[in-house]
């Protein structure tokens, strides 16, 4: 297997160049309705690259590597259910802030089916400037105002998948490709091995590319800004929820 070494801000990522066919129709690609069975579904969120036991909480900080700012992410998962299309879906909590201040405040609502598929229903945002709120743009519900349900991580992942992970005509558009599933990546929380690497973009943003590394039985770990704004997100802490 062929890698290439990518060095962005210190650090060493071992970015895998391997092909693979990997698709899979059952995934929704593009804004075809994804026609999902509230049947399907069950209670408990464990895909191994994202399990959401209600508690578990993931501590970030975000480096902008162009112009020195930095953010501070916790994504914490609630003990709270939304129902959206019949599914019961988890309220997972994600806030941003900077400098102390309250950047972004979001809900975003996760369900999984019973083959282990991460499905994202929706989110509801809002941005903040000077601790008053500005905006929600970018907030989707799924089966509302034609949103369509998208696919976060699959539950049997493979090299080469492509996924819609969100729809919201001209709102919310989120692709991803599976790059890799045994990449190695060290950050403050710790050092992982057998990491699922995703490739993400959205048309909306052509000149965006993200690069995203998922930990099995923890979750995501890194995020890096490729093009379209270089920034680094490295996982600080991360605290699961069914052992506490």
């Known amino acids: 297997m062929r890698r290439n070494i990518l060095l962005l801000a210190g650090i060493t990522l071992l970015v895998a160049a391997c092909g693979g066919s990997g698709s899979d129709s059952s995934l929704p690609t593009g804004a075809e309705p994804a026609d999902l069975n509230p049947d399907d579904f069950v209670q408990q969120i464990d895909n191994p690259y994202w399990p959401m ?3 578990s909480r993931w501590v970030f900080t975000e480096t902008d590597l162009e112009g020195g700012g930095e953010q501070r992410i916790v994504i914490t998962v609630t003990d709270r259910k939304k129902t959206i299309q019949g599914i019961e879906a988890t309220v997972v909590r994600d806030t941003v802030t900077e ?14 089916d019973k ?17 008053k709120a500005t905006t929600k743009k970018g907030s989707w519900e799924a089966g509302v105002d034609g949103a369509e ?10 090299v080469g998948m492509t996924y819609r992970q ?3 005509a001209g709102e919310a558009e989120d692709h991803a490709k599976i790059l890799s599933l045994d990449e190695r990546v060290e950050v403050p929380a710790g050092k992982y091995k057998d990491v699922l690497m995703t490739k993400d973009y959205t ?3 052509p000149e965006t590319l993200e690069h995203k590394f998922y930990a099995k039985d923890v979750g995501p770990v890194l995020l890096v800004g490729i093009s379209g704004g270089k920034f680094l997100e490295e996982l600080q802490s991360f605290t699961n929820g069914a052992s506490s």
């Open 115 to 131: 083959d282990g598929t991460l499905w994202y229903l929706g989110e509801d945002t809002t941005e903040y400037e000077d601790g």
């Open 53 to 55: 036991a209600p508690g």
């Open 166 to 168: 969100e729809y919201r």
């Open 203 to 205: 048309p909306l943003q």
């Open 99 to 112: 400098d102390g201040a309250l950047v972004e405040d979001t809900f975003d609502w996760f369900a999984q």
């Open 149 to 158: 349900a998208g696919v976060f991580l699959p539950g049997d992942p493979e």
